[in-house]
């Protein structure tokens, strides 16, 4: 079969994007857009057939804010879904995505990315499981006072506090799925040491391959591969290749006097952030052409879980407009079908790329979610 009517007909599931933050004012998530990476016909372009949608808190969000943020962040997604509900429907579980997708539709999964949301209360875990939330991401790039983050190298505590651990509980509890994306090696092992179901790390790379603390070590992806979890490979060419850090840190350095002044101003808003620094996002693409971080890199990271467990723990989680850097070939969500070319190209049997395109996803959604 050639690979892009293998593609076709496979269940293909991205497991994080950050697209949500994009959901404002005059959005049209059913409009082909040049800006960003996603909307539905991109995704209907790239067979995606569930697509997962972060809603993502940032740490510095004040307590009494958070639950109110992630609320909104969902009510803009079920509004784009209601506009464009013929192309579109949020799943609550597997067999929801299963028939959302047999009608033609896209099944929207709704994840919570930074479990700051929960304001430290358990009531609104159960809050956000009844509004369709399926997964949260236990941590950002920065610790909250129950999780510690991997970009952390002075921790206040191991690991997870003791709240912590009742929130692993009430998930596995609720039936949402864990995701340990960002969260430190000590945290990933607490929690493997007591969930009760399968977990992922959404959208996170090997660090054999590429040393960044967003990244998976050896021990890390088979103790997630006896867990029966799975690992979506994050796109983002800095958890994809040394080469990236070695090319983009430079001209950092040359522009440092010019990124500090925006930073003071734009103060860690996402969507500003991304405007005032498109000069330097274009800098970093053209010093990164020569370098040819593309779909092959991707997939070097999914030969490498393959060689270490096997192919039933691998899924993609491309981070689609919550990262600023994308591999050549894969710059958008219409680009997916590449991954399947080049899967074919090494030659992975047919039912082995359907389930790292989406099977051993669906698995995990099944188990924990039904
Ligand atoms: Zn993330």
């Not at 933050?21 to 016909?41: C, N, Q, V, Y």
Request: charged share 25%.
């Amino acid at each position: 079969m050639d690979s892009l009517a293998l593609h076709k007909k496979a269940l293909v599931v991205d497991l994080h994007s950050d697209t949500v933050l994009r959901m404002k004012e005059r959005f049209d998530f059913g409009r082909r857009d040049t800006a960003g990476s996603m909307d539905i016909p991109r995704l209907r372009e790239g067979g995606i057939d569930l697509q997962v949608f972060a809603c993502w808190i940032p740490a510095k969000t004040p307590r009494e804010n958070c639950r109110v943020r992630a609320d909104e962040m969902i009510d803009s997604l079920e509004n784009q879904v209601k506009l464009h509900n013929n192309d579109i429907a949020v799943c609550r579980s597997a067999t929801e995505a299963r028939e959302i997708i047999s009608s033609g539709r896209i099944a929207a999964f709704i994840g919570i990315e930074n479990g700051v949301a929960i304001a430290g209360d358990l009531a609104n875990l159960d809050h956000f499981y009844a509004r369709g939330v399926r997964y949260m991401t236990l941590i950002h790039t920065s610790s909250s006072e129950w999780c510690i983050s991997s970009a952390d190298t002075t921790p206040k505590f191991e690991g997870l506090t003791d709240f912590g651990l009742d929130v692993v509980r009430r998930m596995n509890k609720l039936g949402m799925i864990i995701d340990v994306s960002h969260a430190s090696v000590k945290v990933v092992e607490e929690v493997l040491k007591i969930t009760t179901s399968p977990i992922i790390a959404s959208h996170s790379c090997v660090y054999a391959l590429c040393a960044h603390d967003r990244n998976l070590t050896d021990e890390q992806i088979k103790a997630i591969a006896k867990n029966g979890g799975v690992i979506g490979i994050n796109f983002f060419g800095g958890y994809l290749s040394e080469r990236w850090a070695a090319v983009v840190d430079p001209i950092t350095d040359a522009n440092r006097a010019r990124i500090d002044s925006i930073n003071a101003i734009v103060k860690g808003d996402f969507v500003k952030e991304r405007e005032a620094f498109a000069w330097l996002f274009a800098e970093f693409d053209k010093a990164l052409e020569k370098e040819d971080i593309n779909v092959a890199t991707v997939v070097d990271h999914i030969d490498y879980i393959v060689k270490l467990v096997g192919p039933d723990y691998i899924g993609l989680g491309s981070d689609f407009d919550g990262v600023y850097s994308l591999p050549n070939g894969l710059k958008d969500c219409s680009m997916m079908p590449n991954i399947t070319k080049e899967l074919v190209k090494r030659g992975y049997s047919e039912t082995d790329i359907e389930q790292i395109l989406g099977g051993n996803f669906m698995r995990v959604f099944q188990a924990v979610c039904g």
